[in-house]
């Protein structure tokens, strides 16, 4: 049974950075699609960044392009999340999520993932 596990979320001020991490066990993390999605107060949960299973690729909501980064460590078996130049927007619950298989169009659609992280909490001040 695959479990997922993220750390790393805390409180900041706008136009500051934070790094979120996510270990994986069980199942085969080298071969699994990796993604964060971020789920604020009374909002849908929303697809924010993911990784192909050999980091080649990498997907970005518009909201987040060119201010969050994903990438990932198979040795690990750890994907990160980080994130500067942050907004007030941006305060959310953080989830890691795992799936077997992501096509572009779908990799930050939640119903790709069928493995989920508790949320780390992300409060940005402005």
């Known amino acids: 049974q695959v479990q997922l596990v993220e750390s790393g979320g805390g409180s900041v001020q706008a136009g500051g950075s934070l790094r979120l991490s996510c270990v994986v066990s069980g199942g085969t993390y080298s071969r699994t699609f990796m993604a964060w999605f971020r789920q604020a107060p009374g909002k849908e949960r929303e697809g924010v960044a993911a990784?192909?299973?050999?980091?080649?690729?990498?997907y970005y909501t518009d909201a987040v392009k060119g201010r969050f980064s994903i990438s990932r460590d198979n040795a690990l078996n750890t994907v990160y999340l980080q994130m500067n130049s942050l907004k007030s927007e941006d305060s959310a619950m953080y989830y890691c999520a795992a799936g077997s298989w992501a096509p572009s169009y779908a990799a930050l659609n939640t119903d790709t993932y069928n493995n989920w992280g508790q949320g780390t909490q992300v409060t940005v001040s402005s």
């Open positions: 990784i192909t299973p050999n980091g080649g690729m990498t």
